[in-house]
């Protein structure tokens, strides 16, 4: 898909080494001087002058962002195992009300709600959250690309947390070679396509008929018992993407995450994209070194691609003031903070109308809970 991510290529890179290093004469902009890799020569074209970038704390804003939605996620997970508990134990262990945020989990679930609203016109009775959340996941991708998988997600950041860590210990990552990487970023698209595939072939009658059985009405107790209960496979397969993502950056994200897919094929309508101009630019590449997606940033004028995360990576890293920026339609610069500010309000929004609607919370009777609880394991697909 990175090719899919071209877009009008500036002219040529000149020619030199990736480092550049500014000078500032008193009363001068900053000059660019390029060195010729270890070799200490000095430049081959003449020094070009740049304004260097005032400092910006958006991978900051990013990281407490980040920090506080896996937060909440431990918390909503801590919350849903002790109600999962109460249930399983014949009520003898604390009762904690079930935290609706769970159903961020269950995307599958919210596709399907999503075709029956789309096709009846009505909100599910179990499971809406999710169908909330999903479509406020869907709204950031198409506003603010796959922000989402940068800022929000908790297996993003975790990927993100591996890789930077491997990174500290190996003292690099590894990039596949194209050969590998660009059918390997295929498998999310053939994973999503299944899934959609699955859901779309349902009518509006047989998903609610799926949704409301036992299995669906506990599906998210099943997903809870797949992690509690992980066996020999699971847990050979979820060691391996580990240890892949501390040497190769966001395995997870990058190769196999089917809802990253869904969100990255909505981001191509999205009129947000990073755009690099190429009259403010200095060529040293740092932008592309920077992109955990493996985007060619220093040799694009517009970054389309559906592997663009709007982590804003390249933007902080960039030394040329104006050279790189996140814009919305030509020209409208958006800053770092409001992206953060942007992709909370977007959740909270979602949050709120769900309450309005009544919608938030999937209210079953208890003697539902108390009886398909404790045997959700033998709970097969209807
Ligand atoms: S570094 Fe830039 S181009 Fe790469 S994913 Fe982040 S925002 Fe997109
Ligand atoms: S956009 Fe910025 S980081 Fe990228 S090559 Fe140009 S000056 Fe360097």
Redo the contacts with the bound molecule.
């Keep these: 898909m990175q090719a899919a991510g071209s877009s009008a290529r500036s002219p040529a890179p000149r020619p030199g080494g990736p480092d550049i290093v500014e000078r500032h004469d008193p009363g001068l902009p900053f000059q660019s001087e390029r060195r010729m890799g270890s070799t200490g020569l000095r430049p081959v074209y003449p020094a070009r002058a740049f304004t260097r970038r005032r400092g910006d704390r958006t991978q900051l804003v990013r990281q407490v962002v980040q920090a506080a939605f896996v937060v909440l996620n431990l918390w909503i997970g801590a919350r849903f195992y002790l109600w999962v508990r109460y249930y399983e134990t014949g009520g003898a262990t604390v009762f904690v009300p079930r935290p609706p945020g769970v159903e961020g989990w269950l995307p599958i679930a919210a596709l399907m709600n999503l075709k029956y609203v789309l096709v009846t016109g009505l909100l599910p009775p179990v499971h809406a959250a999710g169908l909330f959340l999903l479509v406020a996941f869907l709204a950031m991708s198409f506003l603010l690309r796959k922000a989402f998988c940068s800022w929000l997600c908790p297996i993003g950041t975790l990927s993100e947390w591996l890789w930077q860590g491997g990174r500290e210990i190996f003292g690099r990552t590894v990039a596949l070679p194209r050969w590998a990487d660009v059918p390997l970023r295929g498998l999310k698209y053939i994973l999503m396509g299944l899934f959609v595939y699955a859901v779309a072939r349902f009518s509006a009658a047989d998903l609610r008929a799926f949704l409301d059985s036992p299995y669906g009405l506990v599906t998210d107790v099943k997903m809870l018992d797949f992690f509690r209960h992980l066996g020999r496979t699971g847990a050979l397969v979820i060691g391996g993407l580990l240890v892949a993502s501390l040497s190769i950056k966001n395995v997870w994200c990058r190769y196999l995450c089917p809802y990253g897919a869904l969100l990255g094929l909505v981001s191509l309508a999205s009129p947000a994209r990073i755009r690099?101009t190429p009259d403010a630019?200095?060529?040293?590449?740092?932008?592309?070194k920077a992109c955990p997606a493996g985007l060619p940033?220093?040799r694009l004028i517009a970054v389309r691609s559906a592997e663009c995360t709007a982590c804003l990576a390249?933007v902080t890293?960039?030394?040329?003031a104006g050279?790189?920026d996140l814009v919305v339609g030509q020209r409208r610069r958006v800053p770092g903070w409001a992206v953060g500010l942007a992709v909370c309000a977007i959740v909270l929004a979602a949050v709120g109308l769900a309450r309005w609607a009544g919608a938030w919370h999937t209210r079953l009777p208890d003697a539902v809970y108390f009886e398909l609880i404790p045997r959700a394991n033998e709970l097969t697909h209807p």
């Design positions: 690099r630019c200095i060529d040293c590449a740092k932008c592309a940033v220093d390249c890293t960039c030394p040329a050279a790189l």
